[in-house]
Nanobody
Framework: QVQLVESGGGLVQAGGSLSLSCAAS????????MAWFRQAPGKEREFVAG????????YYADSVKGRFTISRDNAKKTVYLQMNSLKPEDTAIYYC?????????????????WGQGTQVTVSS
């Protein structure tokens, strides 16, 4: 069983920045597609950003494009999400997810493993 542990969430003012980390287990981490999803109160979980195993291909939800950056360090088995120019509507629980097939996916059901989530709150 692959385990994912998020960290770095917290409270930040609108316009500020925050960096999230996701530490993963498993010796085949480099072959996994990784992604960040988020879920705000009363809303469905939504895709935020994804990255292929090689790290050479990244993709984003339109709502965060140009503000967020996903990256990975396969040697450290860690995925990052750098969030800049944060808005109150970015407030949510952020989840790290892994896809064993490394598909270029924005679909929640195509990810095999999930972290417990970390809270991000952006004040106005």
């Amino acid at each position: 069983q692959v385990q994912l542990v998020e960290s770095g969430g917290g409270l930040v003012q609108a316009g500020g920045s925050l960096s999230l980390s996701c530490a993963a287990s498993g010796r085949t981490f480099s072959s996994y597609g990784m992604a960040w999803f988020r879920q705000a109160p009363g809303k469905e979980r939504e895709f935020v950003a994804g990255i292929r195993g090689s790290g050479g291909t990244t993709y984003y939800a339109d709502s965060v494009k140009g503000r967020f950056t996903i990256s990975r360090d396969n040697a450290k088995k860690t995925v990052y999400l750098q969030m800049n120019s944060l808005k109150p509507e970015d407030t949510a629980i952020y989840y790290c997810a892994a896809d064993r097939s490394s598909r270029h996916s924005r679909r929640e059901w195509e990810y095999d493993y999930w972290g417990q989530g970390t809270q991000v709150t952006v004040s106005s």
